[in-house]
């Protein structure tokens, strides 16, 4: 691989990490414990950023999709739904009625924002490569960090069924994903720049699940 595809894959790793993916992942093994749901949502995302990196795509860069603030109304909905769970966790709530759910539809809906597709585009032309290569090696970066992700969200829910230690570290996870989702929906909407704080919120988000995952796997 070249030093520009290597980047690539370092991009989709960067941005498997950003906060409001995680907070989407871990929010849905709640509602939806599978373990394909980072996989998904990775595969929706990077499919569509991949699609608008394409020059054919440009007209559609030119439709103000933010201003609609689309991912914070979608993680509010992540966050309501973690936070029904945990106040009623019982009876099982099912999300066959919410399409929206569905992680694919998700990472899809998460990739209308441009700029990183903007970034792609401009790797393709500054090095005359195809967007579709980079496109893949972009998601195969982020099914790294999402897929790993999606994995021990839902090994966590699917141990809380028959450990009390791996109910605590489930609750603890919920409540930190609703903290989270409903921290990054009002930044968007109020328009306050988070980004100096993406990556240390997201490392964070990320290492508090390993370590829950940890905590569940110790003998009482």
């Keep these: 691989m070249t030093g520009l595809e290597v980047l690539a894959v370092a991009l989709g790793m960067r941005h498997g990490v950003d906060p409001d993916h995680l907070a989407a992942v871990d929010g849905l093994s709640r509602v939806r414990p599978s373990p394909f749901n980072g996989v998904l949502f990775a595969i929706g995302h990077g499919g569509l950023v991949t699609l608008l990196a394409f020059p054919a795509a440009s007209l559609l860069k030119g439709l103000d999709l933010e201003a609609f603030h689309l991912p914070a109304f979608l993680l509010l909905l992540v966050a309501a739904l973690n936070l029904y769970r945990l106040l009623k966790p019982a009876p099982a709530f099912s999300p066959r009625g919410l399409p929206l759910l569905n992680p694919l539809l998700l ?108 905590y569940a796997l110790r003998p009482a």
Excluded at 112 to 126: H, K, R, Y
């Design 107 to 214: 990472g899809v809906l998460f990739g209308l924002g441009f700029e990183m597709a903007s970034q792609l585009s401009a790797l393709a032309l500054s090095a005359e490569l195809s967007p579709l290569r980079l496109g893949v090696l972009f998601t195969l970066g982020m099914l790294l960090v999402d897929g790993v992700d999606g994995l021990l969200a839902s090994r966590l829910q699917n141990l809380a069924r028959d450990s009390e230690r791996a109910r605590q570290a489930s609750r603890f996870l919920g409540w930190a994903v609703v903290a989270v989702a409903f921290l990054l929906a009002a930044a968007e909407l109020s328009a306050l720049d988070l980004d100096a704080f993406a990556l240390p919120l997201g490392l964070g988000l990320f290492g508090l699940l390993v370590s829950l995952r940890l």
